[in-house]
């Protein structure tokens, strides 16, 4: 800690922050440009200029950029310094020679920081009348939009894109004051994290292209916090709405999981939400062949609780997209034996082995942050930037982490990102990744082992008996196995924190079981290391913890004729198993009753189908990958601005069918009393009640704004329908108003913000303003509790198993794609036009065997046709797919490929 004196007043402060940061963390105003918390400073903008003082005698001082200065003890400045002023206002105004001063149609205008700061050094009178430098924009793909003549040339998009993101397609072209930022040629960046330009670039460069189609400006969209339903990291978001439609989502601070940024998959994939086609109101219809007929509510209830009460025995179907009390509450429905998780048997194996291994594997589970300080890396058996996007990100920092390393040995300070960059070189902290496929982080990796599935379970089981001798050797190693299972080993043993990556996409145990016993053989040799296993989806591990049958057990059930009616929750069966199972398990079933927020090939098969409330219409609980329960709140209500629509959250309509099935009275139900009853009939969740404040937390007597203050159009927002305006909704769920009326500032801390806002910062930097320190924790606390804690001891080691793969038969191997591998965001028009083609990916010596090659246009089965590429290095015996290619397509499944008809592409 150091103590600094700004303005005559002494502050301690962290002494290995810069002036800037450190002033900004105690809560006072520096204009900023270049300089970012997640990224360090280069100095490129000269906007953040303070005088500084040798001591208590110097009364003359000299100006410095307060983000190269550190804040070493007894530092001495002046923010308030005439000339300082002079000096920052001189700086906005040449950076704003070119710019068009168009905020009027901007789209960053509102939640721009470049107003922001510009108002901040009082900079109001344009005095350049010469003909200002015009730039051609370029096509960016479906997510970005480009508006070269808004740059002020701070070098962040670059940076973020290039240096922390790992992007090769974006640069800076010319010198001096002519510099250009885009791409060679125009076309679609290729970076799965491009997306995050819109909240780094501080001008309208780089905006939301998705939001362009239906515009709303900040101050009239109306927030709540949510959580990323498109994969298993449990990103904090913020989305917001307009006239009953998702506008946009940005990132929302937390200092544990995301941070700063989220994956393109997250940002652009809510447009599912949005879709015309949706299910609006409750729905019944004798067969699948016939018209459907809609009815109200009551009406609904009344007909599904009579089929219900005849039924002989009701099957309830879960879902790992669905919220924790939503499963809760059909479990309740349907009983705890006939509870069914939705998930497939092989799937949910590997699940609970997952939650087995973070307690008892001998290592913890680091938050996403925290993996950022681990000094060696091993990823087994996963794409982390496919299969958990953020994740990878957070890989890619804890990999270069070592510039920083290298530079405290010889002073130079983690906010110096340049020095950094320049010291480092090419130099990082090892990455060994076992996957078939190039991944998105072999341009850090020592070395990727391309395998199959058997391949990498015995590299890891050969890894952990290099570690610690008493772990099961593996007996006939392929050649080269031996050897690199050797170099995996002295890296992680030579680290002080190394990190094992495992997780589920391959669907196999025997991958887990060696992660696993790779953490053990780490901690018997006393390392400080962490394990880090990826879900396929967003309440993966959550329902894995409430437990349940799988899916496989319930068709199975139906098919027998134990049962003759099923329930089932935001879950398409067609995606998980094969369709011929799944039609023959449906075609028993009397009595089929879905509950979901899109059409899907389960409710067309549906005898009642009840519209459930997507993640923007609901509360809920998800669990993420490191075991963080959370809670996502009602953006907006569904019925406000359509009316006639009958749409509810799934554990509502499970309560009301429920409470009629067994004839009691019905009664209001609400978020704290579904949350409390799902804690207290599953211990493993009993800690969720603490995931968020309940409905009567209120600060200073108010409860907490969904909208910014200068929301405009609420007492007309249904003018077009009546111009009697009814009474805002009423949220007895949380602790939200629908209203700019509450608390929605900064100085009480609070976990749950809805935005970022705050006098003078309208821009998402005003996060800074939430947080104890710029780049640290909420100061209410970071959202959410863990649920997954690690026992004491390191559990036994586990036996390989043997080598099954084989070239004989063909068997498909599922690739996770972050666009269009997904079911609910695979639905969303930017993220269709993000997917890339697909292709199948074959061994050379099979493409050979199969007469077939690169660019040959081949059917899978009765399947798609789609054309081959041949990988090298690719394991024989197994042919590669895209996620979502075939809906239903187990992994490890034998497949048949033949020529299409012309057989070319």
């Not at 913890?545 to 398409?572: F, I, R």
């Not at 104890?772 to 863990?786: F, N």
Request: include cysteine.
């Amino acid at each position: 800690m150091a103590t600094i004196h700004v303005d005559g007043q002494s502050y301690t402060v962290n002494g290995a922050h810069n002036l800037l940061q450190a002033c900004l963390s105690l809560g006072l105003d520096i204009p900023y440009f270049c300089w970012h918390p997640a990224m360090g400073s280069v100095g490129a903008c000269r906007q953040c200029a303070v005088r500084q003082y040798k001591d208590q005698e110097d009364d003359q001082g000299m100006l410095v950029m307060s983000c190269m200065t550190p804040a070493a003890d007894q530092t001495r400045i002046d923010i308030h310094d005439e000339e300082a002023k002079a000096f920052r206002a001189s700086v906005v105004e040449w950076l704003m020679i070119n710019h068009p001063h168009d905020c009027p149609v901007c789209e960053e205008g509102g939640h721009c920081h470049l107003q922001d700061m510009t108002v901040m050094t009082g900079h109001d009178r344009r005095r350049y009348r010469f003909r200002k430098r015009t730039r051609r924009n370029q096509y960016l793909g479906p997510f970005i939009a480009h508006e070269m003549n808004r740059c002020i040339t701070c070098y962040r998009c670059v940076r973020f894109y290039n240096d922390y993101a790992g992007g090769i397609d974006l640069g800076a072209f010319g010198t001096k004051d002519n510099v250009y930022f885009g791409r060679y040629q125009e076309g679609i960046l290729e970076s799965p994290f491009a997306g995050n330009l819109t909240e780094v670039c501080p001008t309208g460069v780089f905006t939301d292209q998705s939001h362009s189609d239906r515009y709303t400006r900040k101050w009239d969209l109306q927030f709540a916090p949510g959580i990323c339903h498109q994969c298993s990291m449990g990103c904090n978001i913020s989305p917001g709405e307009r006239y009953g439609e998702l506008r946009r989502i940005e990132n929302r601070y937390h200092g544990e999981v995301n941070g700063y940024f989220l994956c393109d998959r997250g940002r652009f994939g809510y447009g599912y939400v949005n879709r015309s086609d949706r299910p609006r109101l409750p729905e019944w219809r004798e067969s699948p062949d016939s018209e459907s007929v809609s009815f109200d509510v009551d009406d609904a209830l009344a007909r599904v609780s009579d089929a219900l009460h005849h039924a002989r025995r009701v099957i309830g179907i879960g879902s790992p997209r669905a919220s924790l009390e939503s499963n809760h509450q059909l479990q309740m429905l349907v009983g705890k034996e006939n509870f069914s998780t939705g998930i497939e048997a092989r799937e949910q194996a590997c699940l609970e082995l997952m939650n087995d291994l973070q307690r008892n594997a001998g290592l913890p589970t680091p938050s996403p942050r925290e993996i950022e300080d681990h000094d060696a890396v091993l990823v087994l058996g996963e794409n982390p930037v496919q299969s958990a996007g953020r994740l990878g990100l957070n890989l890619r920092q804890a990999v270069l982490f070592r510039r920083e390393a290298l530079g405290q040995a010889i002073g130079v300070p983690a906010w110096n990102a340049e020095a950094l960059k320049t010291l480092a070189q090419d130099r990082c902290h090892p990455l060994f990744i076992a996957w078939p496929a190039p991944t998105d982080l072999d341009d850090v990796a020592e070395f990727r082992h391309a395998l199959g599935p058997d391949g990498i379970a015995q590299l890891g089981f050969a890894v952990a008996h290099a570690i610690d001798p008493a772990a099961p050797a593996v007996g006939d190693l392929p050649p080269g196995i031996a050897e690199a299972a050797e170099r995996i080993a002295t890296a992680l043993m030579a680290a002080e924190r190394p990190l094992v990556v495992s997780g589920g996409s391959l669907w196999s145990e025997a991958v887990l079981e060696a992660a696993g016993n790779i953490a053990r053989a780490l901690s018997r040799r006393a390392k400080r290391g962490g394990l880090i296993l990826i879900r396929r989806e967003a309440n993966s591990t959550g329902l894995a913890l409430m437990g349940g049958q799988p899916l496989d057990w319930a068709l199975d059930e139906l098919a027998q004729g134990s049962a003759n009616a099923l329930v089932v929750l935001e879950n398409d069966l067609y995606q998980r198993l094969p369709s011929q199972r799944v039609d023959a398990a449906l075609a028993r079933a009397e009595i089929r009753i879905v509950l979901d927020h899109q059409r899907t090939a389960t409710t067309a098969r549906a005898n009642f189908l009840l519209p459930a409330a997507s993640f923007a219409e609901s509360d809920g609980t998800l669990v993420n990958l490191e075991g963080r329960a959370q809670r996502f709140f009602q953006v907006y209500d569904p019925t406000y601005l359509r009316p006639e629509t009958r749409i509810h959250e799934s554990w509502r309509w499970l309560h009301a069918l429920t409470v009629n099935l067994r004839g009691e009275k019905t009664s209001d139900i609400n978020l704290d009393t579904v949350v409390r009853a799902c804690a207290e009939a599953h211990p493993a969740l009993a800690g969720m009640v603490d995931a968020a404040p309940g409905s009567n937390y209120r600060i200073d007597g108010l409860r907490l704004a969904r909208e910014p203050h200068r929301y405009s159009g609420r007492t007309s927002m249904r003018a077009n329908q009546n111009v009697s305006e009814p009474r805002v909704p009423q949220d007895p769920d949380s602790a939200f108003a629908y209203s700019m009326e509450g608390y929605s500032g900064h100085r009480e801390p609070r976990q749950q913000v809805p935005f970022a806002w705050a006098p003078g910062w309208n821009s998402p930097q005003a996060w800074n303003k939430f947080t104890d320190e710029v780049g640290g924790h909420l100061r209410g606390g970071d959202p959410g509790v863990r649920l997954i804690h690690p026992e004491p001891g390191q559990g036994c080691y586990r036996q390989p198993p043997q080598n099954s793969e084989g070239t004989d038969v063909l068997r498909a191997l599922i690739l996770p794609r972050l666009f269009g591998g997904e079911e609910t965001s695979a639905l969303a028009t930017p993220i269709q036009q993000r997917t890339d083609a697909p292709s199948v990916v074959l061994n050379p010596d099979d493409a050979r065997r199969l007469a077939v090659a690169t660019g040959d246009i081949v059917n899978i089965g009765e399947g798609p046709a789609v054309p081959v590429l041949e990988q090298q290095d690719w394991p024989a015996g197994w042919a590669g797919l895209p996620a979502g290619l075939i809906a239903g397509l187990l992994p490890g499944k034998s497949i048949t490929l033949h020529k299409a008809a012309g057989g070319e592409p």
